[in-house]
Every structure is written in C-alpha cells, then in structure tokens.
C-alpha cells in the first residue's frame, strides 16, 4: 500500500463574499447561454483549442483518482465520414423500429431524425469512453470505481470549456455505439459513453424554443 503524499493547497483563490455573488452569477449567465446546436459549420477549429478542453476535462474529480476516461478527437474526413455511415444506421433503426412512441413524442420538440450530417461538416468529434477498468503496463486488470460517474462529470467539464472558448457542441448518443471502439481503434475495456460533436454553428443555425427549470423545481433549502 502507497504512502500518501500531502501538499498546501495553493491554488485555492477566496474572493470577499460580494464578488463572490457576482462570480456565481456570472458563471450561471454565461452558461445559460450554452445552447445544444445542430447546425454546423465547416470553418476548422485549431487542434491546440480541443488539446486545451481536453485538458480541462482531465481536471474532473473521479473515484480514487481512477481518471477512468479516454477521448478519441477524430477530425480526419474519412474516419468522420464512416462514423456517420455507421451512426445514421443505428438511428435509422431507432426512428423507424426501435423507439416506443414515447421516446418518439418526447424528442419531438427537438425536431432530431436519421439524418446526422454534422458528423460530417462539423471539424471535431470527440468520442468519449468510458474504461470500465484500467489495464496496467503488465496487462494486470486495475478497478475502477465509480466509472460512469467520473466520465459524466469530465463530460460536462468539457462541454463547458467548448463553450467557454466560444465553440458549439452536440451531445449525441446513436444506440448501440460499439462501432466507435471498431472506427477508432479502441480496446475492448473501453466502452463508448458519448459522442461529442464540437465546432462553430452555422451562421443560420437555428435551436427549438425550449426552457429551462426554475430553480424552485430543481432544487430544494432545508
Ligand atoms: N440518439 C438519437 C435520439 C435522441 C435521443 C435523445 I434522449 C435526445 O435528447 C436527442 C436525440 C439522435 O441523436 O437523434
């Protein structure tokens, strides 16, 4: 068993209570305008912005520090284009067969079909994995704990440092996503969690009119 190791917490910052305040509103406001885009332009984005939110997803917390995620940052056309051949027959099979009439009522708001062909035209899709355990340098299996959890967290991290550098991003999740791991080389303890698609919208994008809750319906003060 390994020894921990401690240091002072030097990169914690107090603000006084009043700048707090404003900090948290801003933060809320700028989130707020984060909107979940579908239209997408071709205009490329530099590799050193998505190295950047990579690493501020790396920053999440995780069960023992597991760390138990894996981004594969795709933005060759061909690999782009098989994800989508291979994504849109999954979600022709959900739309057509597989979706109850619920599922189908409860995302006809968002207006979502088939069709994916942001797969194509957006410059990054960020497949996001989840290791269900860790393999070491000697093959050995390693636990990881609380896996989905950790890689969900990371996953919002990293939509909220796509936003904050001024980028759009969709959260999509053709069902099944095992073809990811054929595509992009992934090994077999690794299973596909999310596909991010991230770039800038179309200079016509457009979004469903939805809301968000208030916070007495999603929160409780006891
Ligand atoms: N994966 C499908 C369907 C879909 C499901 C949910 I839940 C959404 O919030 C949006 C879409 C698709 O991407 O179209």
Redesign the pocket.
């Known amino acids: 068993m390994k020894d921990p190791v401690f240091q002072s917490l030097s990169t914690y910052r107090e603000y006084p209570p009043e700048e707090m305040k404003q900090r948290a509103e801003a933060f809320y406001r700028e989130l707020r305008r984060r909107r979940t885009v579908r239209d997408f332009s071709d205009r490329p984005v530099p590799k050193q912005v998505i190295d950047h939110c990579l690493l501020a997803a790396g920053t999440a917390p995780s069960g023992a520090n597991m760390q138990p995620w894996h981004f594969a940052a795709v933005s060759d056309p061909e690999i782009k284009a098989k994800i989508r051949v291979a994504a849109e027959q999954e979600?022709q099979q959900?739309?057509r067969e597989k979706?109850p009439q619920e599922?189908l009522d409860?995302?006809a708001p968002?207006g979502?079909?088939?069709h994916?062909p942001f797969l194509e035209t957006a410059p990054w899709l960020i497949a996001i994995f989840v290791q269900r355990h860790g393999v070491l340098p000697d093959g050995r299996s390693v636990k990881h704990y609380y896996a989905l959890e950790s890689v969900g967290i990371a996953t919002g991290m990293l939509i909220a440092a796509v936003h904050q550098a001024g980028l759009a991003s969709l959260?999509?999740?053709?069902?099944p996503m095992n073809f990811l791991n054929r595509l992009l080389g992934r090994p077999a303890n690794e299973r596909p969690f999310l596909l991010l698609v991230v770039g800038y919208p179309a200079e016509d994008a457009k979004v469903p009119v939805i809301t968000k809750k208030p916070l007495e319906d999603i929160a409780t003060f006891i």
Do not use: M
Not at 171 to 175: E, G, I, M, R, V
């Open positions: 979600e959900f739309y979706a599922w409860a995302l968002l979502t079909d088939e994916k959260t999509h999740t053709p069902s």
